[in-house]
């Protein structure tokens, strides 16, 4: 087994209500001690155990608060944190940051220094998640197969996302309402969501003149081309919460799927009023030097929205940590458009 490592030693390395949860009415004490990684500060709520969740690969079972909590899906970790729950283990993405704990979060981590699982979007060693000792290990946005789920499940009881939904296609009010009830929060988990949603409806009422604009966020591929993404993408969510639609001519691309790739002599089907493009300034050089992308009219017109690093990080993974966060940067920089004169 390798040896564990805590994150900042490791430098490589989804308005729905939640489905499937039958909570049973028992009460339960709880250990009001300080936070620590893993706990949580104030204890399960009452009657939160016994609960039984089910998932993609079956139920589980869970008869008291964990205290010990693997996150293994992505985002996953902050909607803990969010929940005042410091995970013992964090998934890493590439970008940003390299420990797996966003700008968003870290006044949330508390000084705490979890153990960072590499690789957590493709292939992440198991033996990294037992060596941290979980008493529950959440999995929830990822994609997790029946042999990964055998394997994480006989280290500790393992959550997962709903049978009925599509690996990173997860609406972020049920994954909070799910991990709330997991780590015996429910009610917080709601409170949470609420909150959040009421944050957008109160950006998108201040902001009348964004509803109905066409708006597209992209990342730009190696091979030139720009990935669009669809409302139901991870991306696009908080856009249409605010009330921006698609372009017209991109509307019809996507065919169920979560992308369209624009190749470089098809950008026109980009033009519209707002287009955000993740992490610009890595991609502005190459950008700049396609006459097609220069002479679109969103361009021309000062419809380009560049997002930094941090930012292209939290909208690609709506949590109640990373939509505040992205809200106040995406709403700024929207009203420097044509669009928010």
Not at 16 to 42: F, K, M
Not at 61 to 85: C, K, M, N, W, Y
Not at 195 to 205: G, M, P, Q
Not at 208 to 220: C, D, E, I, N, Y
Request: aromatic content about 6%; some cysteine; proline content about 7%.
């Amino acid at each position: 087994m390798p040896p564990t490592l805590s994150r900042r030693a490791v430098l490589s390395l989804t308005f729905a209500t939640v489905a499937g949860l039958a909570v049973s009415a028992c009460g339960s004490d709880s250990d009001s001690s300080p936070a620590a990684a893993g706990e949580n500060a104030s204890g399960a709520e009452p009657g939160a155990f016994p609960v039984t969740i089910d998932h993609v690969h079956g139920s589980t079972t869970l008869t008291q608060a964990p205290t010990r909590v693997a996150a293994v899906g992505i985002g996953d970790a902050d909607v803990l944190l969010s929940l005042g729950v410091i995970p013992v283990l964090v998934p890493v993405w590439k970008g940003s940051v390299d420990d797996g704990i966003g700008q968003w979060a870290d006044a949330s981590l508390g000084g705490a220094d979890p153990i960072a699982l590499a690789n957590a979007t493709s292939s992440f060693d198991v033996e990294t998640i037992a060596a941290s000792t979980p008493d529950l290990i959440v999995a929830v946005n990822n994609a997790i197969n029946e042999s990964t789920y055998q394997q994480l499940s006989a280290i500790a009881p393992t959550v997962l996302h709903a049978a009925d939904q599509t690996d990173w296609v997860l609406p972020w009010q049920e994954v909070t309402q799910r991990i709330g009830a997991a780590v015996g929060l429910p009610e917080r988990a709601a409170e949470q969501v609420r909150e959040v949603e009421e944050a957008v409806v109160r950006a998108r009422t201040a902001n009348p003149h964004f509803a109905g604009k066409s708006a597209v966020l992209v990342t730009v591929r190696g091979d030139g081309s720009l990935r669009a993404f669809s409302p139901s993408a991870a991306r696009s969510q908080l856009l249409t919460q605010l009330g921006f639609v698609l372009p017209a001519a991109l509307s019809t691309r996507f065919d169920n799927a979560l992308y369209f790739d624009v190749s470089p002599e098809n950008l026109d089907l980009l033009d519209g009023d707002v287009l955000l493009v993740d992490n610009y300034d890595a991609a502005r050089e190459r950008l700049t030097s396609l006459p097609a992308f220069t002479n679109l009219e969103v361009v021309r017109s000062g419809g380009l929205v560049g997002l930094d690093p941090v930012v292209s990080d939290a909208v690609s993974m709506p949590n109640p940590l990373t939509i505040p966060f992205v809200l106040d940067q995406f709403v700024e920089k929207i009203k420097r458009t044509p669009v928010g004169a």
